[in-house]
């Protein structure tokens, strides 16, 4: 074997230690702009999109598919024809007018492409699936569009979905007053073991205000990643913020067709959470809303920073470790409808520190240095070998060129 094959081995053990990105999906259009009706998708997912690569909640579906948890989604509507929804959207309420108007439609598609990231199920002719897929959504109408609601329409659907029996209130919208109405309503939430997830906003380059209901302390607020595990750049950051989830070019359903679109924003990070903390709730019906917000919390695959930190929160959500980890502060509570999986294990309590960002940069550092330690003493023993440690001639390195 010479010197290069058996670098090589080396080399690769390094590289696997490197977190890569993998490729996005093909023929899966951007959803197009405007306040225009959403015309049907007519493209599906060929391959397994990023999102749910990176999430892997299928890995715990085994245990839970979020059945029996009601997921009440406060938008536009959801489309309650749509394929990998069927049979599991609720006629709903469209809380604008006076009258009893369900809002199991939806002509815009934002609300629609909230719900799919929450609870589409597997169908054939596509690999998009969402995170809860036996969860029941709950469509809650406080707009025709993305810019058309107000924050009185926010706490009125908050509370209309509390009243209807959602255990999980999905907020993918937000405003920059701290609204009384809107504060009540969250409150009302609270007091009902109900829990808000609130998308924290697309506006980091353009003042980053702070958004409401995100920011309540109650309330779980969730900033947007890439595909690299970065913050997007128009994901808001605040001390507020509890958790970050993908919301880059990611794959959902829209209304009137068996397809998938492409967005962006944390209107579309918050679902991935509330769809994570349907599985909890479905497995561990025991905990309270605070507990289950405390377990996304105390589970999140930590940044390389202080935490909470103000991009990523406590980290990025982690469906398997939120449904299986054992939390010794949960107590009786916290025990699953079904025993403990092998391999679960106690994850301490999330505290506020000051040396975790320390710590994993250190770690990496030191897988670099093994790794070029390992490649060097490879190429450099057999040589020094050769000149019986001789050292070799001095080379004068010359500065580059401009």
């Known amino acids: 074997m010479n010197r290069r094959t058996r670098v090589l081995p080396v080399l690769a053990a390094v590289l696997a230690c490197v977190a890569l990105p993998q490729p996005a999906w093909a023929d899966v259009p951007r959803i197009p702009n405007g306040r225009s009706c959403l015309p049907p998708p007519v493209a599906s997912a060929g391959t397994v999109p990023w999102a749910q690569q990176q999430l892997a909640p299928q890995r715990i579906w085994s245990l839970t598919r979020g059945a029996g948890v009601t997921v009440a989604v406060v938008d536009t509507g959801v489309d309650g024809g749509a394929v990998q929804l ?30 799919g990231i929450i609870g589409a199920a597997p169908v054939g002719g596509t690999m998009f699936a969402g995170v809860a897929p036996e969860a029941t959504i709950l469509p809650i109408r406080i ?9 009185a329409m926010l706490a009125k ?38 829990l808000v997830v609130a998308s924290a906003g697309n506006s980091a ?23 690299t595990g970065k913050r997007a750049s128009f994901s808001d950051t605040g001390s507020y ?10 794959c959902s359903i829209g209304p009137g067709g068996p397809g998938q679109w ?47 930190d103000a991009a990523f929160g406590w980290g990025t959500v982690n469906p398997a470790a939120a449904v299986t980890a054992v939390l010794p502060e949960e107590g009786p509570a916290g025990a699953a409808q ?41 190429r450099l023993v057999p040589i020094g070998m050769r000149r019986r440690w001789r050292p070799a001639r001095s080379v004068e390195v010359l500065p580059a060129e401009e």
Not at 244 to 250: E, N, T
Not at 268 to 285: D, E, H, N
């Open 241 to 250: 913020l509890d958790l970050a989830a993908p919301g880059v070019d990611v």
């Open 143 to 151: 707009a025709d569009d993305a810019t058309d609601t107000t924050a």
């Open 338 to 378: 079904a025993p403990i999986p092998p391999g679960a294990h106690a994850v301490p309590a999330p505290v506020r520190d000051r040396i975790s960002g320390v710590l994993v940069a250190l770690s990496v550092l030191g897988v670099i240095l093994v790794g070029a330690v390992a490649v060097l003493s490879v």
């Open 262 to 308: 492409e967005a962006s924003g944390t209107s579309y990070a918050a679902p991935f959470v509330s769809g994570v903390a349907a599985l909890v709730r479905a497995y561990r019906p025991g905990l309270t809303a605070a507990q289950v917000k405390h377990r996304l919390e105390a589970t999140a695959d930590r940044p390389p920073a202080n935490v909470p």
């Open 86 to 115: 069927s049979g599991r959207v609720q006629p709903g309420l469209d809380v604008r007018g006076p009258g009893n108007s369900p809002a199991n439609t939806d002509c815009f598609g934002h609300g629609t492409f909230v719900a």
């Open 157 to 194: 659907g908050i509370r209309t979905a509390v009243d209807r029996g959602a255990r999980v209130v999905n907020v993918s919208a937000s405003s920059p007053l701290k609204d009384g109405d809107m504060e009540a309503a969250v409150a009302y939430a609270v007091a009902r073991d109900v």
């Open 205 to 227: 380059e353009e003042g980053n205000p702070t958004p409401y209901p995100a920011s309540f302390e109650s309330v779980m607020a969730v900033g947007a990643t890439d595909q």
